[in-house]
């Protein structure tokens, strides 16, 4: 398949005609013929049904159609773009995270970062844990927002610490339990707890939930792939979420309460160097600006 097979076939579906279609690209009309015969040889389906007096479309011709007119689309532009080459200036930053839900908390961030970098375009990996951190290791991502990961990790480079969170019981706003200032053990045990799965949550929640379920029945407690699950389920009354508190993410129909005893978590940003990299110490620049704990520590992984 060629792009001149391609301009052939669109040129004789749009005219209904071989020989007006023959005009148009300024050959003979049997180099048309063979050209649509070629093409319907090598797709294995007749395009144009063809009489003496006239020239039909087929259903396949008509399904086949978009496709053309796609493929040589694509191809016009390629060689268009090679023809007359236009220098990229966007500048790529990668932000990796374990969670859909985490976006949520960069674009206050991003918008920081684009009115200091009109060019830049950033991407996102969001990717199971540990395999996260091999990518920052081999450099296809730039940063990584993340919970401090528990004991030492390989790979995971610098952690720079922008805000303590807390760990709260979420339940549905007008629960008897909502009223209250702190949630103690007592509490808990009064509710199925509803909790991450242990697999796909860092290792810092993971010990926190490890704790409160300690002498629990497996009846009691929901696992739940992903922090909208648990959220969705506690609004749902199926009892209360053990979640990190970020306030800026909150759901007005949902009521935040601190568990007691629970040390706050850390949360910041996995990375390797800053040398030579003037997007990355913006970004750490403005995660550091929209997150309200100054940062107390910086250690090396």
Not at 160 to 170: D, N, Q
Not at 223 to 243: E, H, N, R, Y
């Amino acid at each position: 398949m060629n792009t001149f097979q391609l301009t052939c076939f669109l040129t004789v579906a749009e005219t209904l005609s071989f020989a007006k279609a023959a005009k148009l690209l300024n050959v003979t009309q049997p180099a048309v013929t063979h050209q649509i015969h070629s093409l319907e040889e090598e797709l294995n389906a007749q395009l144009f049904k063809r009489t003496t007096r006239s020239v039909e479309i087929t259903q396949e011709g008509l399904i086949f159609l978009n496709d053309a007119k796609n493929v040589l689309s694509i191809i016009t532009l390629a060689k268009k773009r090679f023809e007359d080459p236009v220098v990229d200036e966007r500048q790529f930053f990668s932000i990796g995270c374990h969670s859909s839900n985490e976006l949520r908390l960069l674009p206050g961030i991003l918008c920081q970062m684009a009115d200091a970098c009109p060019n830049l375009y950033p991407i996102f990996q969001i990717v199971p844990f540990q395999h996260l951190y091999q990518l920052l290791a081999e450099g296809a991502v730039d940063a990584v927002i993340a919970f401090q990961e528990r004991g030492e990790k390989k790979d995971t480079g610098i952690y720079k610490e922008i805000a303590k969170v807390s760990v709260v019981g979420v339940l549905p706003a007008g629960h008897p339990l909502a009223e209250k200032e702190s949630l103690d053990g007592d509490d808990l045990r009064t509710q199925k707890l509803i909790l991450m799965e242990p697999q796909r949550c860092p290792d810092s929640l993971n010990t926190v939930q490890h704790e409160l379920t300690t002498g629990r029945a497996v009846s009691d407690l929901f696992l739940c792939g992903s922090a909208d699950v648990c959220t969705t389920l506690a609004k749902a009354g199926f009892g209360i979420a053990v979640q990190p508190d970020f306030p800026s993410l909150r759901d007005p129909a949902l009521a935040y309460i601190p568990i007691k005893d629970v040390e706050r978590l850390s949360y910041g940003v996995y990375y390797r160097s800053v040398t030579g990299k003037p997007l990355l110490k913006l970004f750490l620049q403005s995660c550091k600006d929209n997150f309200p704990v100054r940062p107390e520590k910086e250690i090396n992984g």
